[in-house]
């Protein structure tokens, strides 16, 4: 993947050990400068129970207002319907593994199929189009999602899908 004309997000979690995974923005990092836009904010309240409503907005960079993008509804820690709009998606369809030995997890945006794979290390990954051509990358040590032109018109899903890998990673330990 060319960086030249991609763009960086950061995750920003919430730094406390009593905190839910589910709360978190997103940041737009600016070439060269410090200064970030926040991007996505992403909110779970705080219940104690595995069932819950993840919502997420996505800031209208045009107009500097959140605007709600989706839902997430858990049912429990591991199963989910993601709300995009008037989208619905189950969880397991934004992580379908073609073998149960698989190390990629595949989902559908736009038409085509994307897949995200587990790097070598076992703590980075990446997403490819279906030409296996990648359109964005995890990095796990700065919390960043390098993203490529070609993943801009499908962002919510890269940001959502990349953030439901990492919840079944961090969270339930498993891939």
């Given at each position: 993947m ?5 763009f960086?997000l950061?995750?920003v979690f919430v ?11 997103v ?19 705080v ?6 409503l993840?919502t997420?907005?996505?800031q209208n ?9 989706g839902?997430?509804?858990w049912s ?5 319907t993601v ?12 992580r379908?593994?073609?073998?149960s ?5 595949r989902?559908k945006?736009?038409g085509?199929e ?14 490819v189009?279906s ?10 040590e ?12 499908i962002?919510d ?10 919840w ?8």
């Open positions: 060319s960086t030249a004309d991609s960086v950061q995750f730094p406390t050990i009593d905190a839910d995974m589910r709360t978190f923005k940041h737009l990092l600016s070439d060269g400068s410090p200064q970030t836009t926040e991007l996505y904010r992403f909110h779970h309240p219940t104690g129970l595995s069932h819950g993840t997420f907005h996505r960079l045009t107009t500097n207002i959140f605007e709600t993008a839902q997430i509804e429990s820690d591991y199963n989910a709300h995009f709009g008037l989208e619905e998606v189950h969880i397991r369809d934004l379908k593994a073609k073998k030995s698989s190390r990629s997890r989902f945006a736009a085509s994307y897949k995200w794979k587990m790097a070598s290390d076992s703590v980075d990954l990446s997403c189009d030409r296996g051509k990648v359109i964005a990358f995890w990095n796990q700065q919390s960043n999602l390098l993203v490529s032109p070609k993943g801009e018109s962002l899903r890269l940001v959502v899908t990349c953030f439901l890998n990492l079944a990673l961090r969270h339930l330990g498993q891939w």
